[in-house]
């Protein structure tokens, strides 16, 4: 584990349940709240020369499966990434300074939302790359990436005190 905090540092390496993780001291240019995960990423694949594909999963997403981690990454071999994502057909607007204009659909021809082009939105659950894809683009997101639909669940993401609680109440849902 990278970590630029002593306290963390000294945690792990005290607590016997966690004896087979290892702390590696961030180097002090790739400190603060400002520094972009790739930056740690990029950092971490070049001092521990990695070679195979990483994945980068969020502690945020309390319901993802690891049988949704191994089915991903079946598909990174084609592809020099996987990004888990949820898919939408719906119809979609967004609002720009003159108003709101649409996104996937045309409002004077009612199509149902079967027919409407897929948006993929990207949920952070996890990222599946290869080394070079990040090293070449800075990105986690390769040239060629394949999104990879998870259920509504899965895809919780926690980021509010209100996401918590919506969490909080799916776990005694999903008992």
């Excluded at 204009?101 to 199509?111: G, I, Q, S, Y």
């Excluded at 639909?149 to 776990?171: A, G, H, R």
Aim: hydrophobic letters at 35%; one cysteine or more.
């Amino acid at each position: 584990m990278d970590t630029d905090s002593d306290e963390i540092a000294n945690l792990i390496q005290t607590d016997s349940r966690l004896r087979t993780i290892t702390t590696i001291k961030r180097r002090s240019e790739l400190c603060g709240d400002k520094i972009s995960v790739c930056e740690l990423i990029k950092d971490f694949i070049l001092r521990h020369q990695i070679r195979e594909p990483l994945a980068q999963i969020h502690v945020t997403s309390p319901f993802l499966e690891e049988s949704t981690l191994v089915e991903a990454y079946k598909h990174i071999g084609p592809h020099d990434s996987v990004i888990a994502c949820n898919k939408h057909q719906s119809r979609f607007w967004r609002q720009e300074a003159y108003g709101y204009c649409p996104v996937n659909h045309n409002p004077t021809k009612m199509e149902q939302t079967q027919d409407l082009p897929v948006l993929f939105e990207e949920n952070s659950a996890f990222y599946i790359f290869k080394p070079e894809a990040i090293l070449g683009l800075g990105s986690r997101i390769g040239r060629n990436p394949y999104f990879y639909v998870i259920d509504k669940v899965e895809s919780i993401d926690i980021d509010t005190e209100d996401d918590w609680n919506f969490t909080i109440t799916m776990k005694d849902v999903l008992k």
